[in-house]
C-alpha cells in the first residue's frame, strides 16, 4: 500500500479496495510493463493509461503488474534523481495510487520495481552530502552509473546508518 505523507496537499487519496483479497504467492503470473511505453494509444505513458487496460492484462490471465521504476528519473528509471516521486511525465502520485487501487479491485498485486544500489549524480543527495549517503569512490568502476549508496557507512560517532535510513 503507498500511502501519501504529506498532510499539507489539499487531497488525499481514499483507499477503496485494500479489503480485496489477493492471489497467493504460488498463484502469481506477472505482467511487467514500462509505463512510458504502455498503452500504444493515445493515453501512452501515463498512469491513466495503464488502469485503463488493467482489465486486458487480467485477461491475460495475468494476476499481478510490476511496474518498471517510476521514481523520478528519467530515461528508463534506473538512474533515479528523487527516490521519493513519481516521475512527472507518467502523471503524480494521485494517478498511481488510482492505478493501485484499480488493480487491487480487480484481484491483482502491484509491484515496484525499484534502484537502491545507485542514484543519479543530480540527486540532491549526492550533491548536499555525498559522503554520508555514497561510497566515495565506486566499488565497482564497470558497474558506475552514478554515486553507489554506502549502506555499512554510519555518522560517526554514532550508529546511525543514513542511507539505510533513506531508502527504508
Request: include cysteine; proline fraction near 9%; charged fraction near 20%.
Amino acid at each position: 500500500r503507498l500511502d501519501i505523507p504529506d498532510p499539507t496537499r489539499a487531497e488525499s487519496y481514499r483507499w477503496q479496495h485494500d479489503a480485496v483479497p489477493h492471489p497467493g504467492h504460488d498463484r502469481l503470473v506477472i505482467y511487467e510493463l514500462y509505463v512510458q511505453d504502455f498503452p500504444p494509444d493515445a493515453g501512452k505513458g501515463t498512469f491513466d493509461g495503464v488502469t485503463r487496460l488493467l482489465g486486458h492484462i487480467a485477461d491475460l490471465g495475468c494476476t499481478a503488474v510490476e511496474l518498471m521504476p517510476v521514481m523520478a528519473a528519467g530515461g528508463w528509471g534506473y538512474t533515479p534523481k528523487f527516490f521519493h516521486a513519481v516521475e512527472p511525465r507518467f502523471s503524480d502520485e494521485h494517478a498511481l495510487c488510482r492505478l493501485v487501487d484499480a488493480a487491487h479491485e480487480a484481484g491483482m498485486v502491484v509491484f515496484f520495481d525499484g534502484v537502491y544500489n545507485h542514484a543519479s549524480t543530480d540527486c540532491p543527495l549526492a550533491r548536499i552530502d555525498h559522503d554520508c549517503y555514497f561510497h566515495h569512490a565506486p566499488t565497482d568502476p564497470t558497474q558506475a552509473w552514478g554515486p553507489q549508496f554506502d549502506y555499512r557507512s554510519t555518522i560517526p560517532g554514532t550508529s546511525e546508518f543514513p542511507a539505510r535510513h533513506f531508502i527504508k
